[in-house]
């Protein structure tokens, strides 16, 4: 069983940057792709970005070109580098991890990331 642990959030003023960072308990060997999830209060969880585990990423409109998604494999870990956040951008955000040997999805509990104006 895999575990992930989020940490990196906080409150940030409109325009700054926060590192977001998803500890895996195990490794990565065991995970194929690796990701994050926002939810924001009244909303629906949205995918934010994704990322294989060879590197190839994808990132949502919404977030592209001032976000980043990263993975360490050796290190067991993920990022996401978030850069000219806006109010908009308050949610709780939640790592995912995909196993390699079956279709099951681990999840982090979430960190919040709060963005004042």
């Known amino acids: 069983q895999v575990q992930l642990v989020e940490s990196g959030g906080g409150l940030v003023e409109a325009g700054g940057s926060l590192r977001l960072t998803c500890a895996a308990s195990e490794g990565i060997y065991k995970i194929t792709n690796m990701g994050w999830y926002r939810q924001a209060p009244g909303k629906q969880r949205e995918l934010v970005a994704g990322i294989t585990s060879d590197g190839r990423a994808n990132h949502s409109d919404s977030v592209k070109g001032r976000f980043t998604i990263s993975r360490d494999n050796a290190a067991n870990t993920l990022y996401l580098q978030m850069n000219s956040l806006k109010p908009e951008d308050t949610a709780v955000y939640y790592c995912?991890?995909?196993?390699?040997?079956?279709?099951?999805?681990?999840w982090g509990r979430g960190t919040q990331v709060t963005v004042s104006s």
């Open positions: 995912y991890a995909d196993d390699y040997f079956s279709d099951f999805r681990y």
